[in-house]
């Protein structure tokens, strides 16, 4: 009964969600949503034009999640910002590098690199710019830093899932003296990116990332119905404090 | 192309939505796994399956890397000879480990004289990594939350280990310490966390709905 | 001594003056004023009130100043009388009309003030604007109007009349126009005048003087008539009515027409004859062969007083400019031939007679006379003095022009150049120009014209430009030339006209100037030369040389060297030193030099549980950290494991971590205080391998435990024989223990196996990074028990005095902690100065 309870919570949870989301991109905005500005991604975007103006490379790591895992959720986020990113700069000399810990992470990294070659119709698909660097955390961190410093990388972008590996791949980039943005769904690598990269985005940011850099309706959506979730699970731990403090529960 | 894409964009919104509906009616009222569940279980282990086979084409991934370093003579093509050598030696003695025990010691020895030792050193040097991050701190980003950060950092350390020869510092282990661990900290890391909850939910929902493909098509 | 300043005209004199010798007026103040009006100012004096003028002595002394909003009010200003120049007042004193005479007689004239009125000054200041009542009153009690002025105000009134009636309402300020007419050189055609000169205003141009105002039945004034006539001797008495029926003995002694000719009244309608000069003219013609530099004379009762006190001083007030000759006057020698003394008898000398003019001219008429002979040019002549030249070629039987009008040399009519002046003029209607281009040295009583007249004089004047060849020049007085162009474009302009072609055909055929109207025919001039070489000064070809350096800098490829910062490198092997050298060291000693805490994190409680398991119910341990966290890992997993083992209880081992599995191997092989009870696969303890899914696999392994893992990493059935024999689900294990350094691993367990469990205890072994999201679930209850990094393993070795992994690092982990913390305290601080160093040796630098 309980999980029964729990999965009836669970569904109208999703099911909301699932309404808001489609609700809010059905409405036509006649302006764009006023999202608050995040300044790392406005220095990503600085970054990454200054990746096609020099030549040089950008690198987005997309961490380690597993796709079977809860922590795939910041890998796909990591690869749509892959895709938008990929078609900015194939305009340039160089393409994309993308190195992930995880091998269907991989896969799908080559395959949206691919996707935004295309889409630009310019630059020519490198299928090693997808590169699977590592099984195990460190191994896979251990694998990118060569990357970072051979390949002429000058924007480094750790988004996904990442545990205290990511210090060494920001300490690599720093001592590469490249910018560096990083974020992760893990507390500890937050932390970490926090104190050794340039930029970091903390929290759900990494999720509103792809929409702040490729808006698209659907983005807006999924913003506000993670603002409208937001408030309402405010409201209830709120009441279920009070009502714990009133001995109710 | 257009079929291609439309045809993946449809069986991962279906098998999406049926492994969704798995998990909240795949147990019958006795505990029992449902239809629904069991469908389920049969994705997720496809899905396990299909994951093992990734982790080969990542392998093969991989030696076609350092395999195109070496032949461009690029940059640390030393270290690639290196590790596709180590790699097809382990993945051989792997092979062969069910079969031969020497191989077994071998692949066991591979895993436990090298790879910890390395990963349990790359560990090592985060200690220096974070303390020199931790200085360049102020240096690099110089507000609010940087200094409360360090301080933060700064006051957990001394409430953690006790001082040589003076022992637990007073104060910072048994009072201060625990209040930042268990009450900002954690409240704190909730909140982020149910951040990320939610943005792994509409991350989810924004797949199932087909508006992001990853696994290619116009919006990927 | 000082000269002293006249106050009225603002002079100097000698200081001895009395009386003016430019104006006449007293200079000294007679009321007996105090002697600071005569004091020279000083710089920084204060100013004092006095009475600076005449118009002083005139206030009342009741009266107070003038404020805003004030009605006017109405003044006896006949006490302003006594500030007019005495040249003004003696003409109002000096010839008093004859018996009979009117004073007060409106005329309709304009230019013409109007006559005082023989009635009380009250009334007539009643009825005449305030300004003009103490005229009326002035006149009435001091001076009455002369005679030759209330003559001409009745010519005038008697000759306009016919002249409203058939041009309309002639224009009461217009009071010259009959004796212009007389003027005229065309007794019986309207009198040619240029356009400008048809202007009402411009009666006072010397150009519209040159012509005298037509009659409306073109009858001119007798003087003016005789002007034209050789005889100039013959004079006629001028036809002016006078409603007194005399003229003004003046002007009859001027004439020298005898009584009976006098009342002009009984020739109102006869035409003056042209022939017939005024004697005053001829007195002017007399005097102007003879200036006279001294004062005027006033013996000769002839004379007016007006005309005998003019002095030879040029520049009195009242002999403003406009009393110079004017144009009309020295137009007339073109004309009519008058007498060159025509003028010096008008304006001051004696009344000449009919042939015997004053011997003696004012000087001002001797200048002008001189400056009309100056001004002889044929290109500065305007067209109305080409008109004025052409009516004396038109009417050949002209009389000869008299003698004071003969000096003045005739002028060729110019061809197509003419004055910038007069061409302006032409292009300016007429009524405008004349006030603007008029000199003030006109009088008013010759500035007036009624626009008919001047219309009519325009247009006899365009017609007579067709005869601009048999016109002669006029020549300009000096105030017209004075107001002329420079002459250098008025020769450009004649020279280029000179040179440009005449058009032969077409409607512009007779023009000059005209643009060539076939391609081709257009300048006829060489085109100029341009250099093919490029001029470049010194300036741009230093900018060009710094540009050619700019643009070759940056084809020059410039490698970037990388920055290496030299002090991040010390920093790093600095902290690296201190850290190794912290953490090392210890390890030689071992002696424990840190205090050991009180005090597990849970209090005991894990100990107590693994306590009380049975000895032989297998427990599941699940490997679920990274390898390389695993040094922490296994120091703080050691004594809770080997408690474990040291029961002899059967472990089941499973991981969700791909490298799980070997470091389960790992553990149980080689980790202190666990390999002593050297437990072997397949009999204490079974490896179930690797859990895929994550999540996932553990909801599958809640579910199906014998389905999730049926084999063990050796491919060995793991469920129906060996130590997990008899296990069905995970509540049949006696304790679920997970390993896990990642906070969100530990979750998954004890989320998604947790509740599945039963009365199974779960407990876990973090690392201290994970503790923080992990305590919350011991604390309430879902975790039973919880190990918390090297100190809660440490305190785990003390309790069962088992030193293992914990005890060997616990100085390096005191030291180590200790290490860091000054590290980072002294890196920030030092960080923190240098940068201001650095910033303040930058900024005096730049300074």
């Given at each position: 009964m309980t999980n029964f309870v729990l999965g009836l919570v669970g569904f109208g949870i999703i099911f909301l969600s699932g309404v808001l989301m489609l609700g809010l991109a059905a409405l036509r905005r006649k302006s764009s949503p006023a999202f608050r500005e995040i300044p790392a991604i406005t220095r990503l975007r600085q970054a990454v034009g200054r990746v096609v103006?020099?030549?040089?490379?950008?690198?987005?790591?997309?961490?380690?999640?597993?796709?079977?895992?809860?922590?795939?959720?910041?890998?796909?986020?990591?690869?749509?910002?892959?895709?938008?990113?990929?078609?900015?700069?194939?305009?340039?000399?160089?393409?994309?590098?993308?190195?992930?810990?995880?091998?269907?992470?991989?896969?799908?990294?080559?395959?949206?690199?691919?996707?935004?070659?295309?889409?630009?119709?310019?630059?020519?698909?490198?299928?090693?710019?997808?590169?699977?660097?590592?099984?195990?955390?460190?191994?896979?961190?251990?694998?990118?830093?060569p990357t970072i410093r051979d390949e002429n990388i000058s924007t480094n972008i750790l988004i996904g899932n990442f545990g205290v590996e990511a210090a060494l791949l920001a300490d690599a980039a720093e001592r590469a003296n490249t910018f560096t943005l990083g974020s992760s769904d893990n507390l500890t690598a937050q932390a970490v990116l926090f104190a050794s990269a340039q930029e970091a985005l903390i929290g759900e940011e990494l999720f509103a990332a792809g929409a702040y850099v490729n808006a698209r309706p659907i983005h807006y959506a999924s913003l506000t119905a993670q603002d409208i979730l937001r408030w309402l699970i405010i409201g209830v731990i709120l009441v279920g404090a009070v009502l714990k403090l009133a001995g109710i529960l | 192309?257009?079929?291609?894409?439309?045809?993946?964009?449809?069986?991962?919104?279906?098998?999406?939505?049926?492994?969704?509906?798995?998990?909240?009616?795949?147990?019958?009222?006795?505990?029992?796994?449902?239809?629904?569940?069991?469908?389920?279980?049969?994705?997720?282990?496809?899905?396990?399956?299909?994951?093992?086979?990734?982790?080969?084409?990542?392998?093969?991934?991989?030696?076609?890397?350092?395999?195109?370093?070496?032949?461009?003579?690029?940059?640390?093509?030393?270290?690639?000879?290196?590790?596709?050598?180590?790699?097809?030696?382990?993945?051989?003695?792997g092979l062969l480990a069910h079969y031969v025990p020497i191989a077994a010691a071998l692949f066991n020895g591979a895993f436990q004289?090298?790879?910890?030792?390395?990963?349990?050193?790359?560990?090592?040097?985060?200690?220096?990594?974070?303390?020199?991050?931790?200085?360049?701190?102020?240096?690099?980003?110089?507000?609010?939350?940087?200094?409360?950060?360090?301080?933060?950092?700064?006051?957990?350390?001394?409430?953690?280990?006790?001082?040589?020869?003076?022992?637990?510092?007073?104060?910072?282990?048994?009072?201060?310490?625990?209040?930042?661990?268990?009450?900002?900290?954690?409240?704190?890391?909730?909140?982020?966390?149910?951040?990320?909850?939610?943005?792994?939910?509409?991350?989810?929902?924004?797949?199932?709905?087909?508006?992001?493909?990853?696994?290619g098509g116009k919006n990927g | 001594m000082a000269d002293v300043l006249c106050p009225v005209c603002g002079k100097p004199n000698p200081p001895d003056q009395v009386e003016c010798q430019f104006c006449g007026s007293p200079i000294k103040p007679t009321d007996g004023t105090?002697?600071?009006?005569?004091?020279?100012?000083?710089?920084?004096?204060?100013?004092?009130?006095?009475?600076?003028?005449?118009?002083?002595?005139?206030?009342?002394?009741?009266?107070?100043?003038?404020?805003?909003?004030?009605l006017p009010t109405k003044k006896n200003t006949a006490?302003?009388?006594?500030?007019?120049?005495?040249?003004?007042?003696?003409?109002?004193?000096?010839?008093?009309?004859?018996?009979?005479?009117?004073?007060?007689?409106?005329?309709?004239?304009?230019?013409?003030?109007?006559?005082?009125?023989?009635?009380?000054?009250?009334?007539?200041?009643?009825?005449?604007?305030?300004?003009?009542?103490?005229?009326?009153?002035?006149?009435?009690?001091?001076?009455?109007?002369?005679?030759?002025?209330?003559?001409?105000?009745?010519?005038?009134?008697?000759?306009?009349?016919?002249?409203?009636?058939?041009?309309?309402?002639?224009?009461?300020?217009?009071?010259?126009?009959?004796?212009?007419?007389r003027l005229g050189n065309e007794p019986q055609e309207p009198t040619t005048e240029s356009p400008n000169s048809s202007e009402g205003p411009a009666a006072e141009q010397p150009a519209f003087d040159v012509s005298p105002e037509p009659d409306t039945d073109g009858n001119l004034s007798d003087w003016l008539q005789s002007l034209q006539s050789p005889d100039s001797g013959v004079k006629e008495p001028p036809a002016v009515p006078q409603s007194e029926g005399n003229l003004p003995d003046w002007l009859s002694s001027l004439s020298g027409v005898p009584e009976e000719s006098k009342p002009a009244s009984n020739e109102i309608d006869q035409p003056a004859p042209a022939e017939n000069n005024p004697d005053w003219l001829d007195e002017l013609k007399m005097n102007s062969v003879t200036p006279e530099p001294g004062t005027p004379a006033e013996g000769s009762e002839s004379v007016p007083d007006w005309l005998s006190n003019y002095g030879p001083v040029p520049t009195t007030p009242a002999a403003t400019p406009g009393e110079n000759v004017p144009d009309w006057l020295s137009g007339l020698d073109n004309k009519s031939r008058p007498d060159s003394e025509a003028p010096a008898a008008l304006f001051g000398s004696e009344s000449p007679d009919t042939g015997d003019l004053p011997a003696e001219t004012p000087d001002w008429m001797s200048r002008l006379q001189a400056d009309a002979n100056i001004a002889e040019e044929p290109e500065k002549k305007k067209e109305d003095f080409e008109a004025a030249s052409e009516e004396p070629a038109s009417p050949k039987s002209a009389e000869p022009l008299p003698e004071w009008l003969s000096g003045i040399g005739t002028t060729t009519p110019p061809s197509s150049a003419t004055p910038a002046l007069i061409l302006d003029n032409t292009n300016n209607p007429p009524g405008e120009e004349g006030e603007t281009n008029l000199p003030s040295v006109t009088p008013d009583w010759l500035s007036k014209l009624s626009p008919e007249q001047a219309n009519e004089k325009a247009a006899v004047s365009k017609e007579d430009q067709v005869d601009s060849e048999n016109l002669e020049a006029a020549e300009l007085p000096s105030w017209v030339q004075a107001m002329r162009p420079v002459e250098s474009v008025v020769d450009q302009k004649s020279a280029a006209l000179e040179d440009q072609v005449t058009e032969q055909n077409g409607p512009l055929a007779g023009l000059r100037g005209v643009l060539p109207g076939q391609p081709g025919l257009g300048a006829l001039r060489k085109p100029?030369?341009?250099?093919?070489?490029?001029?470049?000064?010194?300036?741009?070809?230093?900018?060009?040389?710094?540009?050619?350096?700019?643009?070759?800098?940056?084809?020059?490829?410039?490698?970037?060297?990388?920055?290496?910062?030299?002090?991040?490198?010390?920093?790093?092997?600095?902290?690296?030193?201190?850290?190794?050298?912290?953490?090392?060291?210890?390890?030689?000693?071992?002696?424990?030099?840190?205090?050991?805490?009180?005090?597990?994190?849970?209090?005991?409680?894990?100990?107590?549980?693994?306590?009380?398991?049975?000895?032989?119910?297998?427990?599941?341990?699940?490997?679920?950290?990274?390898?390389?966290?695993?040094?922490?890992?296994?120091?703080?997993?050691?004594?809770?494991?080997?408690?474990?083992?040291?029961?002899?209880?059967?472990?089941?081992?499973?991981?969700?971590?791909?490298?799980?599995?070997?470091?389960?191997?790992?553990?149980?092989?080689?980790?202190?205080?666990?390999?002593?009870?050297?437990?072997?696969?397949?009999?204490?303890?079974?490896?179930?391998?690797?859990?895929?899914?994550?999540?996932?696999?553990?909801?599958?392994?809640?579910?199906?435990?014998?389905?999730?893992?049926?084999?063990?990493?050796?491919?060995?059935?793991?469920?129906?024989?060996?130590?997990?024999?008899?296990?069905?689900?995970?509540?049949?294990?006696?304790?679920?223990?997970?390993?896990?350094?990642?906070?969100?691993?530990?979750?998954?367990?004890?989320?998604?196996?947790?509740?599945?469990?039963?009365?199974?205890?779960?407990?876990?072994?973090?690392?201290?990074?994970?503790?923080?999201?992990?305590?919350?679930?011991?604390?309430?209850?879902?975790?039973?028990?919880?190990?918390?990094?090297?100190?809660?393993?440490?305190?785990?070795?003390?309790?069962?005095?088992?030193?293992?992994?914990?005890?060997?690092?616990?100085?390096?982990?005191?030291?180590?902690?200790?290490?860091?913390?000054?590290?980072?305290?002294?890196?920030?601080?030092?960080?923190?100065?240098?940068?201001?160093?650095?910033?303040?040796?930058?900024?005096?630098?730049?300074?």
């Open positions: 103006e020099d030549g040089t490379r950008l690198h987005v790591s997309l961490g380690r999640g597993a796709l079977a895992t809860p922590q795939s959720a910041s890998a796909l986020a990591g690869l749509t910002l892959l895709r938008h990113l990929a078609e900015l700069t194939s305009a340039g000399d160089k393409p994309p590098i993308a190195t992930s810990g995880e091998a269907a992470l991989a896969i799908l990294s080559q395959d949206t690199l691919q996707m935004g070659s295309q889409a630009s119709a310019q630059g020519a698909y490198d299928p090693t710019a997808g590169r699977l660097t590592g099984l195990t955390p460190f191994s896979y961190a251990a694998g990118a830093i | 192309m257009k079929f291609k894409g439309i045809t993946s964009t449809v069986i991962a919104i279906s098998f999406g939505v049926l492994v969704l509906a798995g998990y909240i009616f795949g147990y019958n009222a006795d505990g029992s796994l449902s239809l629904l569940g069991q469908f389920q279980l049969i994705i997720l282990n496809i899905a396990v399956i299909l994951a093992g086979f990734a982790v080969l084409v990542g392998i093969f991934n991989l030696l076609l890397v350092h395999t195109k370093k070496i032949s461009q003579k690029q940059k640390g093509a030393g270290y690639s000879i290196v590790l596709i050598v180590t790699l097809v030696i382990t993945f051989l003695l004289y090298i790879q910890l030792p390395i990963e349990t050193s790359l560990m090592a040097l985060l200690v220096v990594t974070l303390t020199y991050a931790s200085i360049r701190l102020l240096r690099r980003r110089l507000n609010v939350l940087s200094v409360i950060f360090l301080v933060t950092a700064w006051v957990i350390l001394v409430g953690t280990a006790p001082w040589p020869f003076l022992g637990d510092v007073p104060f910072f282990s048994d009072i201060v310490r625990p209040i930042i661990a268990q009450i900002p900290a954690a409240a704190g890391a909730r909140g982020i966390l149910i951040g990320v909850a939610l943005g792994t939910l509409t991350t989810g929902l924004r797949i199932l709905f087909g508006s992001d493909r990853p696994y | 105090t002697a600071h009006n005569s004091q020279t100012l000083k710089p920084g004096d204060q100013p004092t009130k006095g009475d600076t003028a005449e118009f002083e002595k005139a206030k009342s002394p009741d009266e107070n100043p003038i404020r805003p909003g004030d006490d302003l009388e006594r500030a007019l120049p005495s040249w003004l007042r003696t003409l109002r004193e000096g010839k008093r009309p004859a018996s009979g005479e009117s004073l007060a007689e409106p005329s309709s004239d304009e230019g013409l003030p109007p006559a005082p009125p023989a009635t009380p000054a009250s009334d007539a200041s009643s009825a005449l604007p305030d300004w003009l009542s103490g005229l009326g009153e002035a006149g009435s009690e001091d001076e009455e109007v002369p005679d030759w002025l209330a003559g001409l105000r009745d010519d005038k009134s008697i000759q306009s009349l016919p002249a409203a009636g058939e041009e309309g309402n002639p224009s009461p300020d217009l009071g010259n126009e009959d004796w212009m007419a100029p030369v341009y250099f093919s070489k490029l001029l470049v000064s010194d300036g741009q070809q230093r900018y060009a040389e710094v540009l050619e350096r700019l643009v070759a800098g940056e084809s020059n490829p410039r490698t970037v060297a990388p920055t290496k910062l030299i002090s991040n490198r010390i920093w790093r092997w600095v902290t690296t030193l201190l850290l190794f050298l912290a953490i090392g060291l210890p390890f030689v000693s071992s002696t424990q030099v840190a205090p050991t805490l009180l005090a597990a994190s849970d209090k005991g409680v894990s100990s107590k549980i693994i306590g009380g398991l049975p000895a032989n119910v297998p427990v599941l341990v699940a490997f679920d950290y990274d390898p390389a966290l695993s040094g922490e890992m296994e120091a703080v997993s050691a004594p809770i494991m080997d408690q474990l083992l040291s029961k002899g209880t059967p472990l089941a081992l499973i991981s969700t971590s791909p490298t799980g599995p070997a470091l389960a191997e790992h553990f149980l092989q080689t980790t202190s205080l666990v390999d002593v009870h050297q437990y072997q696969s397949g009999q204490q303890y079974v490896n179930l391998g690797y859990l895929a899914g994550g999540s996932s696999g553990m909801l599958y392994l809640t579910g199906s435990l014998t389905a999730a893992m049926p084999v063990d990493v050796n491919g060995k059935p793991a469920w129906n024989s060996g130590p997990l024999q008899g296990i069905q689900g995970l509540s049949n294990f006696a304790a679920v223990i997970i390993l896990t350094d990642n906070a969100d691993t530990g979750r998954n367990w004890i989320e998604q196996v947790g509740p599945h469990l039963g009365n199974t205890p779960m407990l876990m072994v973090i690392s201290t990074q994970a503790e923080p999201m992990i305590r919350p679930y011991f604390d309430s209850g879902q975790l039973k028990g919880l190990v918390s990094g090297l100190p809660d393993a440490k305190i785990y070795e003390q309790s069962y005095n088992r030193p293992g992994l914990a005890y060997h690092y616990w100085n390096s982990f005191s030291f180590g902690m200790l290490a860091a913390e000054l590290i980072i305290v002294a890196g920030v601080i030092f960080g923190i100065l240098a940068d201001r160093l650095f910033l303040r040796k930058k900024n005096r630098e730049e300074a």
